[in-house]
């Protein structure tokens, strides 16, 4: 079976969530053949499943999580049904990251809720607050700078910024710190993302299903993607996305599948097909000043060996 892979450029619809692959979305997509039922099975932000759809590769498609709370933001996104406000978002602080965090463990929580802890999570991951406290007032500033309903709420806020920096001036770092992230108002641009998704309101054929992939039915889906978590035997047993995860159980799993399978992940077992390699880059070292983005390579494997991809 080949297939020709390309449209590295496509713009992926997708909620904020940890190590979604919206920058890659374009490889993924033409990579996987087109199909009438495409279940995008460990969905996260949803870019690959919705681009699936948005670009024409599948007539029907399915998102899972076994994340609650995120797949009832999805919904409420493609449903209009949610109470966040898109264009004057409030300003989430520390302390406010912490209760809507305690509001999703304890179920009592709404879409604003799950959507606070992901925009303002670092990296998206929901569970981190994304700015450091040398940095915080810093981004409060900047937000309310962007998004205060009145215009003397604006004009206050430039004031509060100039004065802030003005009281950092002396310290050369920390200015040049500053004045760099001037343009990197995350937690804004994860909202309009929010707000794109949300766009997609009269998508057709859009399913979402809350399961333990190992406890899905497969037989209504003509081709499947994983986007498991990362094994954690590669970082000296530390948990990515505080997610327990049976790699081994996966693989033999996966390659059992009797429907055509795909999974991201940086290493398989020697038995299970690689049939692309693609350069990425994923921000590390939370609540740290010096945070940069790291290069790798994800392999996506296949569990068919008669797979081919024409590069």
């Known amino acids: 079976m080949k297939l020709h892979s390309g449209g590295c450029g496509l713009t992926a619809p997708h909620v904020p969530y940890v190590g979604n692959k919206a920058a890659i979305v374009g ?3 033409y990579l996987f ?15 690959v499943g919705y681009s699936m759809l948005t670009y024409g590769r599948a007539e029907a498609v399915t998102l899972n999580d076994i994340n609650t709370p995120l797949i009832d933001l999805h919904k409420a996104l493609l449903t ?5 406000d898109f264009e004057n978002p409030k300003w989430v602080s520390r302390e406010e990251f912490i209760l809507c965090k305690e509001r999703m463990l304890n179920g009592n929580y709404t879409p604003l809720d799950v959507a606070n802890i992901y925009c303002y999570g670092f ?19 900047l937000h309310r700078v962007v998004c205060g309903k009145t215009i003397k709420e604006r004009r206050l806020a430039v004031l509060a910024m100039y004065n802030y920096l003005q009281n950092t001036e002396n310290n050369t770092d920390k200015s040049f710190y500053l004045i ?17 998704l949300q766009n997609l309101q009269n998508l057709q054929n859009l399913n979402y299903l809350n399961k333990d992939i190992f406890e899905i ?23 990515y996305y505080g997610i327990r995860f049976d790699h081994d159980r996966f693989w033999k799993f996966f390659m059992e599948l009797p429907v055509l399978a795909f999974a991201s992940e940086y290493k398989a077992p020697d038995r299970v097909p690689c049939v692309k390699k693609i350069d990425k880059r994923v921000l590390i070292n939370a609540n740290k000043a010096n945070s940069k983005m790291q290069k790798g390579k994800e392999k996506v494997f296949c569990n068919r060996k008669d797979y081919e991809v024409e590069f």
């Open 33 to 47: 053949p087109k199909c009438k039922h495409f279940l995008d099975a460990c969905c996260g932000g949803g870019s």
């Open 27 to 29: 490889k993924l997509v």
């Open 123 to 141: 990296g998206c991951d929901g569970r981190t607050y994304a700015f450091g406290k040398h940095i915080e007032k810093y981004k409060e500033i």
């Open 180 to 196: 760099e992230n001037v343009s990197r108002i995350q937690q804004i641009q994860n909202i309009e993302r929010l707000q794109n």
């Open 217 to 239: 039915d497969y037989s209504p889906y003509d081709c499947v993607y994983f986007d498991i978590p990362y094994d954690s035997r590669d970082t000296n047993g530390k948990m």
């Open 80 to 84: 209009g049904k949610h109470n966040i």
